[in-house]
């Protein structure tokens, strides 16, 4: 047994090694800088604090009921990335005062309905949501079975294969569902929606790593370990 799992955990490394992100932005200035390419971000009006590495983008908001809040980040990855297969990894810290019953978005390239796609914390849950501008579908973890932690860091990885979506936590697999992700205009937006100034975070947000293909489970929870260390 041991040796399968040193096995699998070689070979996931491996894997995972051959695949590099297509993006990595670290969150440690002001400037939202991509490590590994040149698609540069902008931000505005964001806190530094400690991140799970070096410094996080903390998105403030004095009263947990509001749904608009000045502060705001673009990043130009062009919108017809995300309708094709792609997995986005990041980290996030949620306040333990936050207000679960407001949306609160992560990522967000797009409309509220679609086109385009959000992913967001809403009623304690992750929901991965697209649509046509009318009528949206939604993969989400389950609030009552899954438990969202706050006041510490974990994992959120987003994979979408071009026909399925799923949503990890700590390398765990937590909702996964047919859906087709729509393509949205502008830039891709990390913390609020639209770019800023409504449905911010409430919380820290950290690394976020973008690639190019659909991860599998095995390089998910490699992912997971390397961060870990």
Aim: include cysteine; hydrophobic fraction near 40%.
């Amino acid at each position: 047994m041991k040796l399968t799992l040193l096995i699998f955990t070689l070979a996931a490394g491996l894997l995972l090694a051959q695949t590099a992100p297509k993006y990595h932005y670290r969150f440690d200035d002001e400037s939202l800088t991509d490590s590994i390419g040149a698609c540069n971000g902008k931000v505005q009006r964001l806190k530094l604090v400690e991140g799970l590495y070096g410094k996080a983008y903390y998105f403030p908001q004095e009263d947990s009921q509001a749904r608009n809040v000045a502060c705001s980040t673009a990043i130009p990855i062009p919108p017809e990335f995300f309708t094709k297969p792609f997995t986005a990894t990041l980290w996030l810290k949620l306040d333990e005062n936050n207000s679960y019953r407001m949306f609160k978005d992560l990522l967000c390239i797009g409309k509220e309905r679609g086109p385009g796609f959000r992913l967001t914390y809403f009623y304690n849950s992750l929901h991965l949501r697209s649509g046509d501008g009318k009528k949206p579908t939604t993969i989400a973890t389950n609030s009552s079975t899954v438990l969202l932690p706050v006041k510490r860091w974990f994992q959120i990885a987003v994979v979408y294969d071009g026909e399925t979506a799923s949503i990890y936590i700590d390398g765990v697999l937590k909702a996964s569902g047919k859906i087709q992700l729509t393509l949205g205009k502008g830039p891709l937006s990390v913390g609020t929606y639209g770019n800023g100034y409504a449905y911010p975070a409430q919380g820290a947000i950290d690394e976020l790593k973008i690639y190019d293909v659909a991860l599998s489970h095995p390089q998910i929870v490699e992912a997971f370990l390397q961060e870990m260390k």
